[in-house]
């Protein structure tokens, strides 16, 4: 079986630097608890499991993790004993109340450091439910998270733990309890035990990891071995039948049926050997794709080594790589694609154009156009979309592509990015560009841009003649520059005229990203109008500045303007 990365992005407000665990210790399809498929706190759920930090909740079996059990104080203390390594209890028993509990030794622990000092009167109360409030306290205690001026949150006015909430939405650690506005952190929740991995998992800094999915058992119809042609079995069978690939098959094109399944066998090899355009090809309705190496085939540019057009096609599991042009591309119908590993192609990883209701899922996608053989400018990079409607991008990993890692261009109406890792790529990190209306929320992006480092171009985020734009809940760092909105002349679509206006910029933390702002080459102030678009409440911290009306200003003239009235910078 084929390995993947899977270190897939699933919370919005990252730590500074994160710990990539090693891939093959979350590769288990479903991964390594069978209670919190589909858990929105599951990436870190397996990033704590992978580091050690827990077992799961059922010993001796330890094959669930009981994500919405209550946490206690004896068991948080177990966890960020494992955390942050704590090996000495100081020579004493701390507290009179633990002596019956398995928690002791890590309670003691957790004393000797200066973690706790209890619950009160020699007392540590290791059976008592936590709260979201004493969690914000251990952890700054742990980590040493430090003090901040900012009130992040309206709802802690009156906890003795604010001061700690506080340094905890300052550090990335929480990001509140309702999005997408965040704007109270619930101190008097209960703290759940998928809570809780995300916290600590943030702490540690560690990569979200999700887990390959468990997919649908399906009965075999034909199996298809070496020196078989798959294409003849396929055109011959009736529609819906469903093959098993076993072995390598060189120099084969597929051109599925209506409702025909191709499952690779876990050694799968589909090899163009540089010399055929297309492994699967055509305009068939629901098709599947799964757990197949598809490489070396040598498609015209802007075509894929899988390359449809029309249907439902789904892609799943597969490993894409190294083909003369575009990875995958689905155009037209409602097309998915989940859970592959695309790299190394020579020109683009994902192509979708003129979709409806298409799903780009926890891919990774990496490396591609490394040869730079493609003008990036033109088409070229980690992925790009086209003419889609209601697009959803979630939970990918793009990173090191020689081009955008997201590129949205021409006519997307409704896109939502979310819970996405876009790093290190040569370009713009996601890139909205002379389209409508679109959520950009809750992803991290980082260290991209730099080889479009001119105006406002060469942003973790550029919003380019485009309208309608909601972004927030995203954490910047390091990128050329930060957030941008510029406008030129582009002409119209088909919702309207290519206009940069009415974006709400919000939420976000920027983390030493160059300028943030919005800019125009084409003599109109429009874009400058009040209330036109907007930015509230970001939190800027480090290398940051700010550009409006060809200017360059500094925080408090940029809060002069109007915006990020509630808003911080830290230098």
Known sequence: MRTFSRLLIVAAVASATLVAIPAAQAANPGGSFTDD?????????EAIAAAGITTGCNPPFNSEYCPNRVVTRGQMAAFLVRALDLTSDGGKDWFTDDGDSIFESDINKLAAAGVTSGCGDGKFCPDRSLTRAEMASFLVRGYGYPSTSTDSFVDDESSIHEDAINRLRKAGVTAG????????????????????????????????????????????????????????????????????????????????????????????????????????DGSADDVLL??????????????????????????????????AAVGVRLSSGTPTVRFNNIHHNYQLGINVPHSVNGLIENNEVAYNNFEQDYNWGFEAGGSKFWSTTNLTVRGNWTHHNHGPGFWTDHDNI??????????????????????????????????????????????????????????????????????????????????????????????????????????????????????????????????????????????????????????????
């Open 37 to 45: 498929d589909q858990n929105i706190h599951e990436g870190y759920i």
């Open 177 to 280: 309890c309702n999005p997408p506005v965040n704007s109270r952190y619930c101190p008097n929740s209960l703290l759940r035990r998928d809570e809780m991995a995300t916290l600590i998992g943030r702490a540690e800094k560690l990569v979200p990891m999700n887990p390959p999915p468990r997919f649908e058992e399906v009965d075999i119809d034909k199996h298809v071995y070496p020196g078989d042609d798959i294409g003849d079995l396929a055109k011959d069978s009736p529609e819906g039948t469903v093959f098993m690939i076993h072995g390598t098959h060189n120099r084969q094109t597929i051109k599925p049926r209506d409702g025909q399944q191709f499952i690779g066998a876990n050694d799968a090899v589909l090899d163009g050997n540089d010399t055929t355009d297309y492994a699967f």
């Open 290 to 323: 799964r757990n197949l190496e598809i490489r070396n085939y040598d498609s015209n540019k802007q075509r894929g080594a899988i390359d449809a057009d029309g249907g439902d096609w789904t892609v799943e599991g597969c490993d894409i790589h190294h083909n």
């Open 414 to 571: 409704g896109i939502i990015y979310e819970n996405n890792l876009v790093e290190h790529n040569f370009a713009n990190g996601l890139f909205h560009e002379i389209g409508y209306d679109g959520i950009i929320r809750n992803n991290t992006i980082r260290y991209n841009g730099f080889g479009h480092a001119q105006w406002l171009w060469g942003g973790g985020i550029v919003i380019a003649s485009s309208q309608g734009v909601e972004i927030y809940g995203n954490y910047l760092e390091g990128n050329h520059n930060g957030i941008t909105i510029t406008q030129q002349d582009r002409g119209s679509g088909e919702y309207g005229k290519y206009l940069a206006q009415n974006n709400y910029v919000h939420d976000n933390v920027i983390v030493d990203s160059g300028l943030s702002g919005a800019a125009q080459d084409i003599g109109s102030q429009a874009i400058y109008e009040p209330g036109n678009n907007r930015w509230e409440n970001n939190d800027y911290v480090g290398d940051v500045d700010w550009n409006w009306e060809a200017h360059t200003h500094s925080f408090s003239g940029w809060q002069d303007i109007g915006h990020d009235t509630t808003g911080s910078y830290t230098p």
